[in-house]
């Protein structure tokens, strides 16, 4: 039910978008995670719609946009300056209703993921 797309391999400072094309529902609130190697899965950010907000991980403040377009059921990742410690695989991932807002980093509330795609920044 979701689809995300997007990733690349970039140069430190460059920009990427992520999209995570939602089919089947519509969802509250939707995040996106990514993974490194050899680390834990890692919450960047989350937009929800009845709270009409969005949240960012420090490490991606003022970097990163997180968007959503209703009309095409679609969330966006936009990723600006990016750095090499950004690189990762990118998921998006839906709650099952909204989720408060203590458990946002949560992976565990979100019962929908994506596939991942991978973004690789070089330095």
């Known amino acids: 039910q979701l689809q995300a797309s997007g990733g690349g391999l970039v140069q430190a400072g460059d920009s990427l978008r992520l999209s995570c094309v939602v089919s089947g529902r519509t969802f509250d609130t939707m995040s996106w995670f990514r993974q490194a190697p050899g680390k834990d899965r890692e919450w960047v950010s989350s937009?929800?719609?009845?709270?009409?907000?969005?949240y960012y991980a420090d490490s991606v403040k003022g970097r990163f946009t997180m968007s959503r377009d209703n009309a095409k059921n679609t969330v966006s990742l936009q990723m600006n300056n990016l750095r090499p410690e950004d690189t990762a695989v990118y998921y998006c991932?839906?709650?099952?209703?909204?989720?408060?807002?203590?458990?946002?980093?949560?992976?565990?509330?979100?019962?929908?993921w994506g596939q991942g795609t991978q973004v690789t920044v070089s330095s």
């Open positions: 991932a839906a709650g099952n209703g909204r989720v408060i807002l203590s458990a946002l980093h949560q992976a565990g509330v979100y019962g929908y």
């Open positions: 937009i929800s719609s009845s709270r009409q907000r969005t």
